[in-house]
T-cell receptor, first 112, second 113 residues
Framework: GENVEQHPSTLSVQEGDSAVIKCTYS??????FPWYKQELGKGPQLIID?????GEKKDQRIAVTLNKTAKHFSLHITETQPEDSAVYFC???????????FGKGTSLLVTP | SAVISQKPSRDICQRGTSLTIQCQVD?????MFWYRQQPGQSLTLIAT?????????ESGFVIDKFPISRPNLTFSTLTVSNMSPEDSSIYLC??????????FGPGTRLLVL
């Protein structure tokens, strides 16, 4: 089955700096790669996703890149703010709407 | 995005008992999923629940322990049976929303003593 690895497990940045979280996956059949943000006491919230026919996608301060040849994808957050502090999960599935395989999560702390 | 609610939001249960968790969506959805998130851990899929068919369970999860109902396109239940402290987790339902993205409910926080 699919195995998703996520690094780093914790990340601390100063407000205004950029944060990068990286994931690799094992199943070449995976075609859908969402990112979720989970705040304490809440369910995961979808923040951005990318599909296999796209190499990069951007939404304001958040961007995701995908390299299908190398089987890795990354989340980039620019101009970080304290409210970006949360646990971020990457995931992969064979197609949108199907069950997701999650990475272990990255705890991001943005300090003022 | 779909609005998903779960009941109860949290519960403390005694070992050996069972708890049924409800998931309600504000629109009709074909696919619903149940995940478990153990303390400080990632999310693990328990089963996929489609209306009108038996739930499909992932390796390591069995119907006797986690029976699931899906009576209509907006509702599902997950029962955690014969609970032990190892079942203490957050249980999350998710649904396929617009553009086939997956949205999660707020979760049910379960503590088994």
């Amino acid at each position: 089955g699919e195995n998703v690895e996520q690094h780093p497990s914790t990340l601390s940045v100063q407000e205004g700096d950029s944060a990068v979280i990286k994931c690799t996956y094992s199943d070449s059949a995976s075609n859908y790669f969402p990112w979720y943000k989970q705040e304490l006491g809440k369910g995961p919230q979808l923040i951005i996703d990318i599909r296999s026919n796209v190499g990069e996608k951007k939404d304001q301060r958040i961007a995701v890149t995908l390299n299908k040849t190398a089987k890795h994808f990354s989340l980039h957050i620019t101009e970080t703010q304290p409210e970006d502090s949360a646990v971020y999960f990457c995931a992969a599935s064979i197609r949108p709407g199907y069950a997701l395989n999650f990475g272990k999560g990255t705890s991001l702390l943005v300090t003022p | 995005s779909a609005v998903i609610s779960q009941k109860p939001s949290r519960d403390i249960c005694q070992r050996g008992t069972s708890l049924t968790i409800q998931c309600q969506v504000d629109s009709q959805v074909t696919m619903m999923f149940w995940y478990r998130q153990q303390p400080g851990q990632s999310l693990t899929l328990i089963a996929t629940a489609n209306q009108g068919s038996e739930a499909t369970y992932e390796s390591g999860f069995v119907i006797d322990k986690f029976p699931i109902s899906r009576p209509n396109l907006t509702f599902s239940t997950l029962t955690v049976s014969n609970m032990s402290p190892e079942d203490s987790s957050i249980y999350l339902c998710s649904v396929e929303g617009v553009e086939e993205t997956q949205y999660f409910g707020p979760g049910t926080r379960l503590l088994v003593l």
